[in-house]
């Protein structure tokens, strides 16, 4: 037992250093020539915990995230290799792979295809053309969304923390790449090579994205995860939606106890609150919550979140797989630091409240955060609060209420 624990711990090491000498400046080419033993065969378990170790080690998420895809070459070969059983048709990683397999073909037929014709004549007709196809492309948003708020939540209740991060920071990277793609031909200045590598360059990244997911994180969520949360996963899916294409049909569940699973998460009816100044039934509140404008999510004084509201026209994305996360684990690596500060000061008394404003098309979104705190000022938790106010921007004048005559 003790030789098989040092081989794994050689392993580990053999493959940290992999990484390590990649990041110094070594070529894919060299660094597979000379850790050829430690390469072969390797496990996505194997990468997770390697990354896992390398970032308590102190090498940042964001340095993994910046050489992800060297990473990714340098086991390419023989992360091919290893096979899983299919999934089910309706289990989500079986509508993962059907939503890679859409856009692997829209990009290598329609997106190809358009960019061919707008190379070789950037006509307006052309341009429309592309633009439709990036806006198809954009759908992918929904698939990442699902990635990262229903499995990564499950990943990191296993410790598995940084591939999930680095995966998140790649997403983002992929978001802004077609963001950029679109806005360079819809505010179009004749700038064709400039516009057909935004283009070529976001499709490369989606491509490697899907690589990833298909050899690394889904084999080791279908390693990891337990059946109960794959079916709590495909149960919230539909909340978020899908990419292109939908799951093929409905997941025959082997099982699913919903009374247990609704008692689990504090969400069955019945029973009163007392209130200082009044009394409401478990039912009333919620509802209640649900119908406050904006969306409202309570953070615990340990960074953990314990509830968010399920209003109909939500801003941001939530599923209850959020339920009992850290705060921290809940944002995209880039906003960490912020959010950290943010409770930092709250939990100091530095600061009562923050607020941040930005804009979603049309929407208007402003963004406060409340420190919440006891009678003898001690910290309980945070409250968030998002609300779409550009309805109320736009108000001028006056409407009073008039007694009817």
Known sequence: MSELINNREERQEGLKQVIRDLHAGKSVDEVKEKFADVIEGVSPTEISQMEVALVKEGLPIEEIQHLCNVHAEVFKGTLDEIHHPDQMPGHPVHTFKRENQALSKLMDEDINKALEDFKANDSKENIIKLIENINLLW???????????????????????????????????????IKDAKSSLT????????????????????REMLFKEESILFPMALETLTEDEWINIYMESDEIGYALVGPEKSWELKRVNLEKREEKEGLKEGGYVKFE????ST?????????????ITFVDKDNIVKYFSNSKDRIFARTKAVIGRTVENCHP??????????????????????MFWLTRGELFVLIQYFAIRDDNGEFVGVLEHSQDVAPIRALTGEKRLREEA
């Open 139 to 177: 759908d992918i948003d929904k698939h990442y969304s699902r990635k990262e708020n229903l499995i990564f939540p499950y990943l990191e209740n296993y410790n598995i923390t940084a591939p999930p991060q680095v995966m998140w920071g790649k997403d983002d990277e992929i978001r802004q790449l």
């Open 187 to 206: 505010d179009y200045l004749g700038n064709k090579d400039e516009v057909i590598k935004k283009i070529e360059t976001a499709t490369y990244e989606v």
């Open 283 to 295: 039912k009333e509140l919620n509802l209640i919550l649900n119908n406050i404008p904006g969306d």
């Open 277 to 280: 100044t009044g009394i409401l």
């Open 333 to 354: 690596p880039a906003s960490v630091n912020i959010i950290q500060n943010i409770v930092n000061d709250f939990k100091s008394g530095k600061k009562d409240s923050e």
